[in-house]
């Protein structure tokens, strides 16, 4: 179903796919669009246990709308970089999952994920911003079905 790395060479494990995803902040949302177009997006999101989780307006998005045609979807995140000029190179690591999407009917509990990580010493705030977002956010679940990470190190 899924091509197989190019560069088994530079092939990294599970586990450090999984650290990359949890040591990160931000990563690309990609779907497709009505007309096939493809639409990537920037992305805050949280990473537990498979699943990658984020959130959007309630109001229409070309995300959302992007979501309803197909929850087929594809994740990156790409972690630490060092450019090596004089190599005409540079250092990497990346993530990249496949999966797919569905709004979560568990909005306070992972926008509470999302306090958690991006704003742990202000949590008794988060949690009366989150009572005040409820009715304005949707949030998603992305399972992920497959998952591969690479590295130049």
Not at 14 to 29: F, S
Not at 118 to 144: H, R
């Amino acid at each position: 179903m899924f091509q197989e790395m190019r560069r088994e060479d530079r092939k990294l494990s599970k586990n450090e796919a999984v650290q990359i995803l949890m040591e990160n902040q931000y990563g690309v949302l990609s779907t497709v669009c009505e007309d096939g177009y493809p639409y990537g997006v920037p992305l805050s999101y949280v990473y537990e246990n498979e699943t990658l989780y984020f959130h959007g307006t309630n109001e229409v998005s070309l995300k959302d709308n992007n979501i309803g045609i197909s929850t087929k979807a594809c994740f990156t995140v790409i972690g630490k970089t060092e450019l090596l000029p004089a190599k005409f190179a540079t250092k990497y690591e990346s993530v990249i999952a496949f999966g797919r999407i569905k709004k979560s009917t568990d909005k306070q509990k992972i926008l509470k994920k999302i306090v958690e990580k991006y704003s742990l010493d202000y949590m008794e705030s988060g949690e009366k911003y989150i009572l005040k977002a409820m009715n304005k956010v949707t949030v998603y679940e992305f399972e992920i079905e497959y998952m591969s990470a690479k590295a130049k190190k």
